[in-house]
C-alpha cells in the first residue's frame, strides 16, 4: 500500500468532510488501496502529515505515495478534472 491520506475524522468543517469523502470513494472505486492516518488521533500525526508537507499550517487532507508528496485535495480535484488522476498519484 504506497498511498497515504492523512485526514481529520473530526472536523465542524462539512466542505472538509465532503472533500476526504470525495478522495476516498474515487480511490475506492478504482479498488486503489491506501492507508488513511487520522490527524484527530495524535498531534504527532498533525505534526508528522505538516512536516512532510513543508506546511506548518496545513490542513487535510494530504495525499503521499510513498514519501512522495501528491498534493491536497484543490490539486487532486484539479488533476481529476483534466484527467490526469494516475499521474497526479504518481501510480
Do not use: H, W
Amino acid at each position: 500500500m504506497s498511498l497515504t491520506i492523512y485526514f481529520s475524522s473530526v472536523s465542524g468543517s462539512r466542505e472538509l468532510k465532503q472533500q476526504q469523502a470525495e478522495i476516498f470513494q474515487f480511490l475506492e472505486a478504482r479498488n486503489i488501496q491506501y492507508n488513511a492516518l487520522d490527524i484527530a488521533q495524535s498531534p504527532d500525526v498533525k505534526d508528522e502529515m505538516r512536516k512532510k508537507v513543508g506546511n506548518p499550517t496545513a490542513m487535510p487532507p494530504q495525499i503521499f505515495n510513498k514519501d512522495t508528496y501528491c498534493g491536497d485535495y484543490q490539486m487532486f480535484f484539479d488533476a481529476k478534472e483534466e484527467g490526469k488522476s494516475e499521474a497526479f498519484f504518481k501510480l
